[in-house]
């Protein structure tokens, strides 16, 4: 079975510019959440969305927004982008929406901005 | 808030050596703990939790309990083999919470 897949895998955006990422989670998971990893540090929490809506949402700014479609596949989207966000991009997908239960993770999508 | 304070790195032992990585947390109410290992080249995946109070939760020899009083959660491994090289993420999920905080991750290097 697919594990949780990411794309694109590595991209490169200017400052002010807008980004989107997707992630498909492992089939029958319905709960997908979106981390940062700035290098060197541990993954931040973004969003969560379970069954197309959203469950949770971290400290970070309007620039960041997420949904989650019908079929369970989720986007991050980021707009006018800042050096800052420079980072990795982790999407972890989960049977339900309770933190109890264990996070699976893709490899990420690596952002570099200039 | 909720936070992880994780030792930090990097570790660097030689095969079959005792391993030790603590983690220490801040969290009202009572949360789950995890431990998270990230392979080269690999996606996170979770090593081992525990979801209450003197719990130890266990895994490819890996061993971690859940300690109120000193709100620890140390990860320890009696005798570690190449193959461990990962970077370790000490992780909670607070009471009723549907996300991970995580600490900054310790780096663990296993020479021959």
């Known amino acids: 079975d697919a594990g949780v897949t990411q794309s694109p895998t590595h991209l490169i955006k200017t400052r002010g510019q807008h980004v989107t990422l997707r992630c498909s989670p492992i089939?029958?998971?319905?709960?997908v959440s979106w981390y940062q990893q700035v290098l060197g540090q541990g993954p931040q929490f973004i969003f969560q969305?379970?069954?197309?809506?959203?469950?949770g949402r971290g400290n970070f700014p309007d620039r960041f927004s997420a949904r989650q479609f019908p079929n369970y596949s989720s986007e991050l989207n980021v707009n006018a982008l800042l050096l800052g966000d420079s980072a990795l991009y982790l999407c972890?997908?989960?049977?339900?929406?309770?933190?109890?239960?264990?996070?699976?993770f893709g490899e990420g999508s690596r952002l570099t901005v200039l | 808030g909720d936070s992880v304070t994780q030792m930090e790195g990097p570790v660097t032992l030689s095969e079959e050596a005792f391993l030790t990585i603590n983690c220490t947390y801040t969290a009202t109410g009572y949360p789950s703990l995890f431990w998270y290992v990230q392979y080269p080249g690999e996606g996170l995946q979770l090593l081992l939790k525990a979801t209450k109070a003197d719990d130890k939760g266990s895994n490819k020899g890996f061993e971690a309990t859940y300690r109120k009083e000193t709100t620890s959660f140390h990860l320890e491994k009696g005798s570690v083999q190449v193959s461990d090289s990962a970077v370790y993420f000490c992780a909670l999920s607070g009471n009723g919470a549907n996300n991970l905080f995580f600490g900054t991750g310790t780096r663990l290097t296993v020479i021959p």
């Open positions: 969305y379970y069954e197309k809506e959203e469950r």
């Open positions: 972890a997908s989960s049977l339900g929406v309770s933190g109890l239960g264990e996070l699976f």
């Open positions: 089939s029958g998971h319905k709960s």
